[in-house]
């Protein structure tokens, strides 16, 4: 399913933005307020529901009290802490302990959480006859039902659902299209089929199968999915006086204004107190070359029938998951972002790294143990848009300081962020040492592409092909933490690409350091372990 509502500013997103903000600016405004105890820290975390939701009249839903309550859940979230529920009163702030000299706790699962009593209880997997029924005199949905569940009356189709088994022959057949299938939103936008219904008929997620995608999340048309955020944590190294460096993925082009303005995109950051920027599409770059060789060893020159790429987190997971025996399969290249970090960390080794980037399930990745080493935080594009909104920072009105920092990364290795830009990058290594030597690729864009496309290669479909899978459907620029349309996005992403004076990762200064970056202390090349989490 595609995300219908990405890029449509609506009710949802002004909540997320303003939870986003507010929480950003009340953790500022400790630095100002070193005097102030945790009584009065918990005070001010309180009254942040009131400030995002003034007023005595409900905005959205039957009371402005459920309103609250559903903004404090998410205050929590934002500041990586776990749901609260109804059951009993606490404070918003509870289990925060930021006086205490030890920082904010690094959040724990699940990542991806239900606010229970803020889902609408969707109906899902039924078939409903709506009012475009005719009652007209062949009945075919009647006569096809296996299970005689449709029956007439007032001349309209009526379905009993104790008897019908959702086979959807009725809504095949219908020729008026009078017979809906209603499926719950965050369940139809879940390649996993994580998603099911509790007793109350609200959504549940399966953490056995979610692969923190977040496409649940921003398909809720209730708000009632959200992940856990790091915004508080982020803040609080930069105010402990931390070295705070920010690697950004590539498919921050257009994401906060403008067109690639990589000037402003520093000077924002370094207004919020970041002490660097580097571009992730180094580490792409690097990437790139590694897969290349992967796929060279193990699939042209080895025995592996074809190879997956391995720099979506999501992905991978899913593909190591449901097809154990081609898990071999799937490229051992680190990725982008561990590359990048890892670049950063040779540089400055006691610097807190954070990626912001597109993603939920890099989120994820980060909590991998090893992982945590080289990545401190990850923070969205959207949660880094709630940052600057606390500091007031107007993006597009900032100076451009006209380095050419970010013009290392080459063109295919900022295209990372649009799908088929992995394989075409992998491709053209390859083609940089042999333009004679042809390489078969293929791609797919949504989990339940992805898995059709493992299920056909599993079967010997795609023999020495290179698989690239993109999670979400139109690559990482259409991530759930991503705020822009996605072909709006895509455009960007491409003209800022073209702009680079390197055409391919080849080209790129510091592909030598990935042999260096990859390696244990022994000498043995470092392999990329399993995607899903550790505990």
């Known amino acids: 399913m595609a995300d219908t509502m990405r890029g449509v500013y609506?009710?949802?997103?002004?909540?997320?933005?303003?939870?986003?903000?507010?929480?950003?600016?009340?953790?500022?405004?400790?630095?100002?307020?070193?005097?102030?105890?945790?009584a009065e820290i918990d005070d001010a975390f309180d009254e942040l529901p009131y400030k995002i939701l003034p007023g005595d009249v409900a905005t959205y839903r039957e009371s402005v009290f459920l309103e609250r309550a559903i903004i404090g859940e998410r205050i929590r979230l934002a500041m990586g802490l776990p749901l609260q529920g109804a059951e009993k009163p606490q404070r918003i702030s509870e289990g925060m302990a930021v006086n205490e000299g030890t920082g904010l706790t690094y959040y724990a699962p699940p990542l991806i959480n239900v606010i229970r009593f803020a889902c609408n209880a969707c109906e899902d997997n039924v078939y409903r006859v709506s009012s475009?029924?005719?009652?007209?005199?062949?009945?075919?949905?009647?006569?096809?039902?296996?299970?005689?569940?449709?029956?007439?009356?007032?001349?309209?189709?009526?379905?009993?659902?104790e008897k019908c088994i959702g086979c959807g022959r009725c809504a095949q057949v219908c020729p008026y299209h009078a017979v809906h299938h209603h499926i719950r939103p965050c369940a139809e936008a879940c390649g996993m089929?994580?998603?099911?219904?509790?007793?109350?008929?609200?959504?549940?997620?399966?953490?056995?199968?979610?692969?923190?995608?977040?496409?649940?999340?921003?398909?809720?048309?209730?708000?009632?999915?959200?992940?856990?955020?790091?915004?508080?944590?982020?803040?609080?190294?930069?105010?402990?006086?931390?070295?705070?460096?920010?690697?950004?993925?590539?498919a921050f082009v257009g994401q906060f204004g403008g067109k690639g303005n990589v000037g402003k995109l520093r000077e924002a950051f370094k207004l919020l107190g970041f002490a660097g920027v580097e571009e992730v599409a180094i580490g792409a770059d690097l990437c790139a070359v590694e897969e290349a060789d992967d796929f060279l060893e193990e699939v042209v020159f080895g025995d592996l029938p074809f190879m997956g790429t391995s720099c979506c987190p999501a992905w991978s997971s899913m593909a190591k998951m449901e097809f154990p025996e081609q898990s071999d399969c799937i490229s051992m290249a680190l990725t982008p972002m561990v590359l990048t970090a890892r670049?950063?960390?040779?540089?400055?080794?006691?610097?807190?790294?954070?990626?912001?980037?597109?993603?939920?399930?890099?989120?994820?990745?980060?909590?991998?143990?090893s992982i945590r080493s080289e990545v401190d935080f990850v923070l969205t594009f959207e949660e880094m848009a709630g940052m600057m909104d606390a500091k007031e920072?107007?993006?597009?009105?900032?100076?451009?300081?006209?380095?050419s920092d970010f013009e290392i990364a080459s063109e295919d290795g900022r295209n990372f962020a649009v799908a088929g830009g992995v394989a075409n990058a992998v491709v053209n290594v390859i083609k940089s040492r042999d333009p004679e030597f042809e390489v078969s690729v293929h791609n797919a864009e949504g989990l339940n592409e992805c898995r059709q496309m493992l299920k056909e290669a599993a079967k010997g479909e795609w023999p020495k092909y290179?698989?690239?899978?993109?999670?979400?459907?139109?690559?990482?620029?259409?991530?759930a933490g991503t705020m822009q349309p996605i072909n709006k996005?895509?455009?960007?992403?491409?003209?800022?690409?073209?702009?680079?004076?390197?055409?391919?990762?080849?080209?790129?200064?510091?592909?030598?350091?990935?042999?260096?970056?990859?390696?244990?202390?022994?000498?043995?090349?470092?392999?990329?372990?399993?995607d899903k989490q550790e505990g």
């Open 10 to 38: 609506t009710n949802l997103t002004s909540i997320r933005r303003n939870v986003f903000r507010e929480v950003a600016k009340l953790l500022y405004t400790l630095k100002d307020h070193p005097e102030w105890t945790d």
């Open 132 to 161: 475009a029924c005719q009652g007209c005199l062949a009945h075919p949905c009647r006569e096809i039902c296996p299970k005689g569940a449709i029956t007439f009356k007032n001349k309209k189709a009526f379905i009993d659902h």
């Open 193 to 250: 089929n994580a998603i099911s219904s509790d007793e109350h008929g609200r959504a549940k997620i399966d953490y056995e199968r979610c692969v923190s995608c977040g496409q649940c999340l921003i398909n809720c048309p209730f708000g009632a999915i959200a992940d856990k955020s790091q915004i508080g944590q982020v803040i609080y190294s930069i105010l402990c006086g931390d070295e705070v460096i920010a690697a950004v993925a590539p």
């Open 343 to 369: 670049m950063i960390r040779s540089q400055h080794p006691h610097a807190k790294i954070v990626f912001v980037g597109p993603c939920s399930a890099k989120k994820l990745e980060a909590m991998r143990k």
């Open 393 to 403: 920072i107007d993006y597009l009105k900032l100076e451009d300081d006209n380095k």
């Open 466 to 479: 290179l698989l690239e899978g993109m999670a979400c459907p139109g690559g990482c620029i259409a991530g």
């Open 489 to 530: 996005s895509k455009a960007a992403v491409k003209v800022y690409a073209s702009r680079s004076p390197h055409k391919n990762a080849m080209d790129n200064a510091f592909r030598t350091l990935i042999k260096s970056l990859e390696r244990a202390e022994d000498g043995r090349p470092v392999r990329k372990e399993d």
